[in-house]
Antibody
Framework: QVQLQESGPGLVKPSETLSLTCTVSGGSINSYYWSWTRQPPGKGLEWIGYIYHSGSTKYNPSLKSRVTISADTSKNQFSLKLSSVTAADTAVYYC???????????????????WGQGTLVTVSS | QSALTQPASVSGSPGQSITISCTGTSSDVGSYNLVSWYQQHPGKAPKLMIYEGSKRPSGVSNRFSGSKSGNTASLTISGLQAEDEADYYCCSYAGSSTLVFGGGTELTVL
């Protein structure tokens, strides 16, 4: 059974770069796509982006200029970097495996399961 | 890319059925039958309940069902139970390899 665990600093200063890692156990990241989603306190979910083990990535257009997702297959991990953070980036950050569907001959990544437990990152000086 | 529209809250009594709507546009919900639904209890991670509009993952109760009409997807929970009280989020494929969530709906079991 695949399990995911987020790790990284819980406090980041404004204008700095947020860095998180998701460690996958019980399965290899050398298949499937892997994603990051965040949830500001008391608010809804926001998809950040996903990566394939080969390094192919897709990002939310609203965050694309500040986001980098990368994978380390040797460690069975993938990571998130979000630059130039502000208080608005304070959130619980979740990693998850991405499910794919075959639609009109194309494979489309579109659902998330399972999820990590999430980690709260606060942006404050 | 705007968030999908969900009612802020719905409620129902034990044993009843409730439906949560998720309204998008012809560019997301209306174009693809690729809506997923997630249940989130306070302080917990989201849990996949429905994918591809109406499919249930293994282990999810058949009291949960999904459907779509036009630009609106729906999640129906029948035989409401106290444990169903949670927040529910829809998510849709929005084209160009992007995904968009709804704002979330708080379900209260009276």
């Amino acid at each position: 059974q695949v399990q995911l665990q987020e790790s990284g600093p819980g406090l980041v200063k404004p204008s700095e770069t947020l860095s998180l890692t998701c460690t996958v156990s019980g399965g290899s990241i050398n298949s499937y796509y892997w994603s990051w989603t965040r949830q500001p306190p008391g608010k809804g979910l926001e998809w950040i982006g996903y990566i394939y083990h080969s390094g192919s990535t897709k990002y939310n257009p609203s965050l694309k200029s500040r986001v980098t997702i990368s994978a380390d297959t040797s460690k069975n991990q993938f990571s998130l970097k979000l630059s130039s953070v502000t208080a608005a980036d304070t959130a619980v950050y979740y990693c998850a495996r991405v499910g794919s569907s075959l639609v009109r001959g194309a494979i489309i990544q579109n659902w998330f399961d399972p999820w990590g437990q999430g980690t709260l990152v606060t942006v404050s000086s | 890319q705007s968030a999908l529209t969900q009612p802020a809250s719905v409620s129902g009594s034990p044993g009843q059925s409730i439906t949560i709507s998720c309204t998008g546009t012809s560019s997301d919900v209306g174009s693809y039958n690729l809506v997923s639904w997630y249940q989130q209890h306070p302080g917990k991670a989201p849990k996949l309940m429905i994918y591809e509009g109406s499919k249930r993952p293994s282990g999810v109760s058949n009291r949960f069902s999904g459907s779509k009409s036009g630009n609106t997807a729906s999640l129906t929970i029948s035989g409401l139970q106290a444990e169903d009280e949670a927040d529910y989020y829809c998510c849709s494929y929005a084209g160009s390899s992007t995904l968009v969530f709804g704002g979330g709906t708080e379900l209260t079991v009276l």
